[in-house]
């Protein structure tokens, strides 16, 4: 756990919703992000989950404008602001410490492929340069099996060591427990997040923070619960009907499946929509998804309340 | 060969100069440009070779628009305008058709991966209905390795039944001849080219375009001059030197040692800079490539006169 580092606990990498159009809608958005924060959980807005990448710059800029209005709890929202270009991630990064954010979570750049550490040290060290900003908090967002440019183990002790107040912690969403294990016990003051609610009891019983997960975004309660509860009695229970219900979903590809449940379970349809290279749940997958949500008998309580 | 397609011949991926405070440099990003057209060249701008997704859209914009006021000739221009988001590709495109470029060279968008075709379909579509001209002339850019993301024989076959006036050939990247082959038996009214002139002679025995690769922006000439001289008695004798100058660049990292070799020859250190996450060659590197030089006794003729 790091000093530095202001989340501890469970974030949701906040889905996006569309209007007809396929543009961002605000008012959507912003009713989720408000319920996500009822449930205890911080908002990591603009991730993988979020289709953060399909969005323009600008677009993303213009949301975080509107959060920001909202008056919402900016030191709760950790948005993506990683790029493969340093102004896009300068950019975003200078609007997320400007508005409050309690940090960042930022993606190495991940167009070009076996590119080296040093050239990826290069890259984060440009943006904290041009941001230059005391106020900046970096969290490292490992997702090798879709950015296809892992943070390895040398780039973060690289990192920590020149960056030490600026780079807090990171997201491991390898999937692979190993690699969140090293990281757990070789960095001192260094917030680990797992990228599943899957790894978080162990995360936490080796001292890390919390997770990052995508079913946080419509099963954010029981995670939550999980979070509070991990040291009781019933934690590996808990952990247990947790993982089974995000195994439910991860059947079906996660996020047009997570804009469908609230969808379905809001009876609001826009929301299912996805902006391509992604493609809504068809007719069958719609009925899967159904069959699933009724066995676990799933609902979101509060939902779209106080909006 | 397709009707609609204005370019044939050889294109190169125009590398970008940085100033010393890692901005692009148009002047010496003109400067090049300029002695590529004399080469006979093809301006494939905005390429993996450009470092395009290392510029903001608003850089390369402000790019297009320097180009534009150049005078040189826009029909001669194929810019990278493919982006993860779709917005961004609208952009992009559409200001490549305002400025009156040939047409565009676009890649996928590469974040998510595993996508379907239905979902790489569906952002082609939006971006060529979002811009709506019938003077946007789209070549596909197919480079699996980078990007991740094939472009599939059936998704070929379903954007040239869509759109048969706009999507009109592609660049095949892949290294994979059978691929290219493919692609030509298979595809009438379709530009095919090669993703570098190591199988240009093949590329055009098979009825292909052309080719557009990272070593024209040093060594244009000698592929042009494959180009001309195919059905030569001593073409095969063009393909293995033209092959061999590119496998010695090769041993290096192609973009870093592209623009080290504009450096070196032109005596302007300037334009050995890259943008993080790529890095500058090294002094033994340096070292490498100037021996090689020496060897291939290496000059670029007529570059930076009349600039």
Redesign the interface.
């Given at each position: 756990m790091s000093s530095n580092a202001a989340f501890t606990g469970v974030l949701s990498p906040v889905v996006t919703p569309f209007d007809s159009d396929?543009n961002p809608d605000p008012q959507r958005w912003i009713t989720h992000c408000r319920w996500l924060l009822s449930q205890q959980c911080g908002l990591a807005l603009f991730g993988?989950n979020s289709e953060a990448?399909?969005?323009?710059?600008?677009?993303r800029l213009s949301l975080l404008d509107e959060i920001a209005a909202s008056g919402l709890d900016m030191a709760r929202m950790m948005p993506g602001t990683g790029a493969?270009?340093?102004?896009?991630a300068v950019?975003l990064t200078g609007k997320a410490v400007d508005i409050g954010c309690g940090g960042v979570l930022m993606l190495?750049?991940?167009?070009?492929?076996g590119?080296?550490d040093?050239?990826?040290?290069?890259?984060y060290?440009?943006v904290i340069q041009r941001v230059g900003s005391h106020d900046l908090r970096i969290y490292l967002y490992h997702i090798p099996?879709?950015?296809?440019?892992p943070i390895s183990l040398a780039l973060i002790e690289r990192l920590l060591k020149e960056y030490p107040e600026t780079v807090v912690g990171i997201k491991d969403s390898s999937g692979d427990w190993s690699n969140t294990q090293t990281m757990l016990e070789r960095f001192d003051d260094f917030a680990v997040f797992a990228g599943s609610e899957s790894f978080l009891l162990k995360t936490l019983q080796a001292g890390g923070a919390g997770c990052i997960s995508a079913t946080a975004n419509i099963n954010p309660a029981a995670i939550h619960d999980l979070y509070v509860n991990w040291r009781s009695d019933d934690a590996d229970e808990r952990q247990r009907s947790t993982t089974a219900f995000r195994e439910s979903i991860a059947q079906l590809p996660m996020i047009p499946a997570l804009k469908a449940t609230i969808a379905t379970v809001n009876g609001d349809d826009g929301w299912a929509r996805v902006?391509?290279?992604?493609?809504e749940l068809d007719g069958a997958q719609r009925g899967t998804l159904d069959a699933l949500l009724k066995r676990h008998e799933f609902s979101m309580p509060g939902w779209g309340m106080g909006s």
């Open positions: 396929l993988t990448n399909s969005l323009s710059v600008a677009e493969c270009s340093i102004p896009d950019e190495p750049p991940f167009y070009y492929k590119v080296s040093e050239g990826l040290f290069g890259y060290s440009e099996q879709v950015a296809q440019i902006r391509p290279p992604l493609v």
